[in-house]
Every structure is written in structure tokens, then in C-alpha cells.
T-cell receptor
Framework: ETGVTQSPTHLIKTRGQQVTLRCSSQ?????VSWYQQALGQGPQFIFQ???????GRGNFPPRFSGLQFPNYSSELNVNALELDDSALYLC???????????FGPGTRLLVL | SQELEQSPQSLIVQEGKNLTINCTSS?????LYWYKQKYGEGLIFLMM?????EEKSHEKITAKLDEKKQQSSLHITASQPSHAGIYLC????????????FGKGTKLTVNP
């Protein structure tokens, strides 16, 4: 196990709703990255937080937002959910590039 | 355009056989990472390669990096059913960036 935990494990929402996903990083890691993995695809980088500030963002719209807390845990918020947001959401923690990112078990989101 | 191409997309081997998975980048590599994923679960870190010509082994898995060709290979010797899963290569294609780009993965089935 990596020590990275995510909650909840599964979630079902309807189109237009908002969702918050949570991630606890591995002890000592100050950097958290979030990824979206659609079925049959590799993970896609959403954004990264370092010491409570966003420090890099992928090609995702502003309705994807996040937070990092002083204990380095993190939240991913998605507003105005769309059907295409259905995916496995993964968070990964590290000590920052180029160190290895360690992934949590993921949250499976289904948007109906 | 896909920055990381993996081949093959899927592989079915008999237990005890050797196999190789390839990962080719269209951009300069600043670190290449191999992960294994069980269906719908988080990514398990296998190995990180950073220097051209670097080769690492863990148990029966060996990974190599050819920096000039921007390629990496993952070789499994004497495969076992426990090796089954999806193998993903991920890479930093921007120096100092936390963002990892991933291939679509190679699905490995090992028949007993």
C-alpha cells in the first residue's frame, strides 16, 4: 500500500450536480496531483497542488477546482457535472518533481 | 496527439513465457515511470528510469530506457498469473513539471 487514501470509493451523481472528492497524501509528501482516467484510457492530468497552491494544470475547464490543506490533504471539486465526467479519479502524492508519484485507489464517479 | 504510445495494446501469454511491453514518446523524456493497475483500481508503482541507458530490475520485471530513441521497454521473465493487469508507462515531458502523461496501457493476461 502507498499510504495514499481517497474517499469515497464510489459515487453516483446526476448531471448538473456538484461533487467533492478527497485525498490524503502519504506522510511527508507535500505535493498532490489529480488525474482523471476514462475507461480504457490512461490517466489525464487535471492539476497539481504544492504547499496549498495550484502549481500546474492540465486541459480541464474551470469547473474542475481543488484545494490543498495545511496537512497536505486535498480536495477535487467538480461543478455542473456532465455525463463525460464519469471516470476514475486518482490522486497521487509525492515530494515534487522529479520524485515518484504514489497513487491512491481512486474514486469511481458515475454521472447519470 | 498521443504523447506516449504503448504496444501492444493487449497481450495474452501462457504462464512461464517471457514478454515485452514497449513505450515510445513523441517528446523529450524527463523521467519515465512504469505502473501496474488492476482493473478499476489505483496505480502501483513499479520502476522509475531517468538516465539514458538506465536499466532496473525488480523480481522478474526489468525496465530499460533508451533516451535517444525516447523509448522504454518492460520485460517480464517467466510470467505468472500474478503479473496479469494493465501496465502503464508515464513520463514527464517538461523538465521540472509535476505533470505525468500516460500511455493508454497494455492489458496483460497470463493463462495458467
Amino acid at each position: 500500500e502507498t499510504g495514499v487514501t481517497q474517499s469515497p470509493t464510489h459515487l453516483i451523481k446526476t448531471r448538473g450536480q456538484q461533487v467533492t472528492l478527497r485525498c490524503s497524501s502519504q506522510s511527508g509528501h507535500n505535493t498532490v496531483s489529480w488525474y482523471q482516467q476514462a475507461l480504457g484510457q490512461g490517466p489525464q492530468f487535471i492539476f497539481q497542488y504544492y504547499r496549498e497552491e495550484e502549481n500546474g494544470r492540465g486541459n480541464f475547464p474551470p469547473r474542475f477546482s481543488g484545494l490543498q490543506f495545511p496537512n497536505y490533504s486535498s480536495e477535487l471539486n467538480v461543478n455542473a457535472l456532465e455525463l463525460d465526467d464519469s471516470a476514475l479519479y486518482l490522486c497521487a502524492s509525492s515530494l515534487g518533481a522529479p520524485e515518484t508519484q504514489y497513487f491512491g485507489p481512486g474514486t469511481r464517479l458515475l454521472v447519470l | 496527439s498521443q504523447e506516449l504510445e504503448q504496444s501492444p495494446q493487449s497481450l495474452i501469454v501462457q504462464e512461464g513465457k517471457n514478454l515485452t511491453i514497449n513505450c515510445t514518446s513523441s517528446k523529450t523524456l524527463y523521467g519515465l515511470y512504469w505502473y501496474k493497475q488492476k482493473y478499476g483500481e489505483g496505480l502501483i508503482f513499479l520502476m522509475m528510469l531517468q538516465k539514458g541507458g538506465e536499466e532496473k530490475s525488480h523480481e522478474k520485471i526489468t525496465a530499460k530506457l533508451d533516451e535517444k530513441k525516447q523509448q522504454s521497454s518492460l520485460h517480464i521473465t517467466a510470467s505468472q498469473p500474478s503479473h496479469a493487469g494493465i501496465y502503464l508507462c508515464g513520463a514527464r515531458t517538461q523538465g521540472g513539471s509535476e505533470k505525468l502523461v500516460f500511455g493508454k496501457g497494455t492489458k496483460l493476461t497470463v493463462n495458467p
